[in-house]
């Protein structure tokens, strides 16, 4: 198949992004508010390119209702680096050695207690592995530990289509996020959260950008071996520009911010992302082709996971869905099946017009 | 000042493109390759991305001659992030504790030493502030040990504008070398280096790509407390894709590297480099309003920095410039002063419409 125009993309990430904003990035990286030069070809240190930092760090304060005793900082290395830059900044807050606990949901978190584990001990506190990690861990099974520095959960996982449905409540310790593939897609209270981070490759921007958001007391805490580019004291302190930042992506990140606020912000953004799980969660819960097998408590509203009953239908319910213009949903190989990423720039009509073929499949099928 | 039109853009990095090669993104970032999305919107896992990302590898390869003992990766963190991760992969190497050896000409190699030292003993073996880095040091000054893993230099101070005119002769010690800001400027022999690597913000992509070049009995000595983003070793085996790799950024080189081949490769670009920097240091070398610091045999081909003797004439010399199309100019802040970056996208006519212009400023001054 090729595609002389825009076609839905249900890819978990690198995912779509909005075509206004596309389209302008199109005309910015040649020439970009009359400097002469394209986007990404300016300074860091340039005042355009200060200004557009600033206005993005606004945005996302504004949209995400960030807290003034939080810092927001725009990092490199995605969700894995935070993986180990945590640790790195947190374990040392715990009182008798480097020490943290994990609530293990699924592959993301598997991988963050593994990175954790070289710097301390990465406990875990509770597992839904004997489900499958079709759930997220049973809050009253949850063992935590007062000698943890921190508490670790993935708010979504991208891979299983496994997302927390509220902030769990873990008293006083502070509670660490991934949200990387739920990062303003519904609301959250910001303060309920001692760091949040995500890489911005599905729900903001192009790979290569991480956003950190970090309440004040976490700061200064980090271990010496942690690298100055995620020592989160001195980045909070230089704008996070103690390395060249990911420009570009700060600049997509921006106009994304902005993107946002004209589609009327995350509440907004949360009532169409819940129609858009609802349309096609409708159709596999009427269904005895197509199984869903996240536990409804704990679906994904941005990774919506299903499986054909008859998996040597596969192929054909990809191919078909090609011809219909929609590409990208195929799992994740670990765990095979079908994926629909319905991330903020996937529109209702996507997941309408998906549905509309998976009906369509099974009457024929 | 603003301009409707691309202008001469010096900037050290990000720094100007081809312009080119921006035009064919400002497409591709709607539509690529009849995928019906945009290349930045695509997985990285998918056949079209793998095939741009082969052809990238292979192009850096054919350009710079690596021997088939060297991996080639395209990771992220910068210049600065690899000053963390070259001490982590390597100093292990040394028999009698993890130490390495820095040559320092510059505030980069600085800064190289004080990460480095987070993770074992760096060695100044050699330093020419003395000479208030005007200059590499001189090769028979350099007190190099047998106990260290590596020895570390910048191939070119992108502040100071000091460049080796040679690879030097170290032995049988790995030498690593910081190419961020000449990379592919110059032919070189890459067999000579045990690590070479780049932020690739200068003269080949936007930034968060950092490119990598490692000997192969130089991997898989990595210390226990190495990020798994920046485990050579593991990134190796999987393409560089152990997390989600800067997709954009990684398409945007491998445009730059096909760019470069129909220039001529390597060996053509470097004679024209050597035209500009002989353009500009031939003004430089006949003018008593302009002073050149930097020694003539460790002038930087990429960044030729230099001063107006009267100092008070620094802001109308940067706004006659801008009046005449041409920005990027001034100095980095740590050492004031001029600075013209002439990476591989800034045509010779860009040198020659500077060096008019630096004439033209001083018969009116």
Same mark, same amino acid.
């Given at each position: 198949?090729?595609?002389?125009?825009?076609?839905?993309?249900?890819?978990?990430?690198?995912?779509?992004?909005?075509?206004?904003?596309?389209?302008?990035?199109?005309?910015?990286?040649?020439?970009?508010?009359?400097?002469?030069?394209?986007?990404?070809?300016?300074?860091?240190?340039?005042?355009?390119?200060?200004?557009?930092?600033?206005?993005?760090?606004?945005?996302?304060?504004?949209?995400?209702?960030?807290?003034?005793?939080?810092?927001?900082?725009?990092?490199?290395?995605?969700?894995?680096?935070?993986?180990?830059?945590?640790?790195?900044?947190?374990?040392?807050?715990?009182?008798?050695?480097?020490?943290?606990?994990?609530?293990?949901?699924?592959?993301?978190?598997? *991988?963050?207690?593994?990175?954790?584990?070289?710097?301390?001990?990465?406990?875990?506190?509770?597992?839904?592995?004997?489900?499958?990690?079709?759930?997220?861990?049973?809050?009253?099974?949850?063992?935590?530990?007062?000698?943890?520095? @921190?508490?670790?959960?993935?708010?979504?996982?991208?891979?299983?289509?496994?997302?927390?449905?509220?902030?769990?409540?873990?008293?006083?310790?502070?509670?660490?996020?991934?949200?990387?593939?739920?990062?303003?897609?519904?609301?959250?209270?910001?303060?309920?959260?001692? /760091?949040?981070?995500?890489?911005?490759?599905?729900?903001?921007?192009?790979?290569?950008?991480?956003?950190?958001?970090?309440?004040?007391?976490?700061?200064?805490?980090?271990?010496?071996?942690?690298?100055?580019?995620?020592?989160?004291?001195?980045?909070?302190?230089?704008?996070?520009?103690?390395?060249?930042?990911?420009?570009?992506?700060? @600049?997509?990140?921006?106009?994304?911010?902005?993107?946002?606020?004209?589609?009327?912000?995350?509440?907004?953004?949360? *009532?169409?992302?819940?129609? *858009?799980?609802?349309?096609?969660?409708?159709?596999?819960?009427?269904?005895?082709? @197509?199984?869903?097998?996240?536990?409804?408590?704990?679906?994904?509203?941005?990774? /919506?996971?299903?499986?054909?009953?008859?998996?040597?239908?596969?192929?054909?319910?990809?191919?078909?869905?090609?011809?219909?213009?929609?590409?990208?949903?195929?799992?994740? *190989?670990?765990?095979?099946?079908?994926?629909?990423?319905?991330?903020?720039?996937?529109?209702?009509?996507?997941?309408?017009?998906?549905?509309?073929?998976?009906?369509?499949?099974?009457?024929?099928?």
């Amino acid at each position: 198949m090729s595609f002389d125009k825009r076609i839905y993309n249900f890819a978990p990430g690198p995912a779509t992004l909005p075509e206004e904003v596309l389209k302008a990035a199109g005309q910015d990286i040649l020439l970009w508010q009359g400097l002469g030069a394209g986007v990404m070809e300016v300074s860091h240190r340039s005042s355009a390119f200060m200004n557009c930092y600033q206005d993005a760090l606004q945005n996302i304060i504004d949209l995400m209702k960030i807290p003034s005793n939080y810092k927001v900082l725009f990092l490199q290395g995605g969700g894995i680096g935070q993986n180990a830059a945590i640790p790195m900044n947190l374990m040392g807050l715990a009182k008798s050695g480097p020490q943290a606990d994990f609530i293990v949901s699924g592959v993301w978190t598997q *991988k963050s207690v593994a990175e954790a584990s070289k710097y301390g001990l990465a406990r875990i506190a509770a597992t839904s592995k004997e489900q499958q990690f079709h759930c997220v861990p049973d809050r009253a099974t949850w063992d935590l530990s007062q000698d943890s520095a @921190y508490v670790h959960i993935c708010a979504n996982e991208t891979v299983g289509g496994v997302e927390f449905a509220q902030t769990p409540d873990v008293g006083v310790i502070p509670l660490v996020a991934d949200i990387s593939s739920n990062i303003m897609s519904r609301e959250i209270n910001v303060s309920r959260y001692g /760091v949040l981070f995500a890489g911005a490759q599905k729900n903001i921007a192009p790979a290569g950008l991480t956003i950190v958001i970090v309440r004040e007391d976490l700061i200064g805490h980090a271990a010496s071996i942690t690298p100055t580019i995620w020592d989160w004291k001195i980045q909070a302190a230089n704008d996070s520009m103690i390395n060249t930042p990911t420009t570009f992506a700060i @600049y997509m990140a921006g106009e994304v911010f902005k993107w946002l606020k004209k589609q009327g912000g995350i509440s907004a953004i949360e *009532k169409i992302n819940q129609q *858009k799980a609802d349309v096609i969660y409708g159709v596999l819960d009427q269904s005895s082709l @197509y199984e869903a097998r996240v536990h409804r408590d704990s679906r994904s509203r941005m990774n /919506v996971t299903f499986y054909l009953r008859d998996e040597t239908l596969n192929e054909a319910f990809l191919a078909q869905a090609s011809q219909a213009g929609m590409i990208g949903l195929k799992g994740h *190989k670990s765990v095979g099946g079908m994926r629909a990423s319905l991330y903020n720039a996937m529109p209702l009509a996507g997941a309408q017009c998906l549905a509309e073929l998976m009906r369509e499949f099974e009457r024929r099928a």
